[in-house]
T-cell receptor, first 117, second 112 residues
Framework: DQQVKQNSPSLSVQEGRISILNCDYT??????FLWYKKYPAEGPTFLIS?????DKNEDGRFTVFLNKSAKHLSLHIVPSQPGDSAVYFC????????????????FGKGTLLTVNP | KAGVTQTPRYLIKTRGQQVTLSCSPI?????VSWYQQTPGQGLQFLFE???????NKGNFPGRFSGRQFSNSRSEMNVSTLELGDSALYLC???????????FGQGTRLTVV
């Protein structure tokens, strides 16, 4: 039962253009969402997060959009750079005070982004 | 501030052996989680510890176990290793339950 889905295993974009990475979730208890970037043989690096009280969060070239009714979030990278080439993971968890003690992060399978010079 | 430290970085073991992996979280972080990454499977959650108590456990056999010490350092143990246990094992620490997790570099385990 995959609660966080990244349906595109890979994405290729030109340098300078926009990269849009998508993520869908099924668990309605999720209301804290994160994006991570991972290079081979390294641990994931935190990029940006968003809680359900917002529909957009921006940090430099990275913007995350959340559509709660559609249970969908996306990461926009503008402009894309060759150094952005990596696997991007979407993750989700319930927020504190949502009940129970299950605050674990659930990850999608990742999308390999390739930015071509 | 030091990041999450995992040791060793690489390990080769034989089927049937056991292995212990270590993780030192960021200072002040009390939550430590472990994940297994294999090609095409993303990050599979193993377990999470908070203040020495296991709070969550993923869908892995009992051969996989862990613990957390009073200084928040954590160890993960895999007994009776199988070829399919070959993976990158990642440890992550969090300050609180609803903050971002910071990952270590991982331990690459190869079972031959």
């Amino acid at each position: 039962d995959q609660q966080v889905k990244q349906n595109s295993p890979s994405l290729s974009v030109q340098e300078g253009r926009i990269s849009i990475l998508n993520c869908d979730y099924t668990n309605s208890m999720f209301d804290y969402f994160l994006w991570y970037k991972k290079y081979p043989a390294e641990g994931p690096t935190f990029l940006i997060s968003i809680s359900s009280i917002k529909d957009k969060n921006e940090d430099g070239r990275f913007t995350v959009f959340l559509n709660k009714s559609a249970k969908h979030l996306s990461l926009h990278i503008v402009p894309s750079q060759p150094g952005d080439s990596a696997v991007y993971f979407c993750a989700a968890s319930p927020m504190l005070n949502s009940g129970g003690s299950n605050y674990k992060l659930t990850f999608g399978k990742g999308t390999l982004l390739t930015v071509n010079p | 501030k030091a990041g999450v430290t995992q040791t060793p970085r690489y390990l080769i073991k034989t089927r049937g052996q056991q292995v212990t992996l270590s993780c030192s979280p960021i200072s002040g972080h009390r939550s430590v989680s472990w994940y297994q990454q294999t090609p095409g499977q993303g990050l599979q959650f193993l377990f999470e510890y908070f203040s020495e108590t296991q709070r969550n456990k993923g869908n892995f056999p009992g051969r996989f176990s862990g613990r957390q010490f009073s200084n928040s350092r954590s160890e993960m143990n895999v007994s009776t290793l199988e070829l399919g246990d070959s993976a990158l094992y990642l440890c992550a620490s969090r300050l609180t339950e609803n903050t971002e997790a910071f990952f270590g570099q991982g331990t690459r385990l190869t079972v031959v």
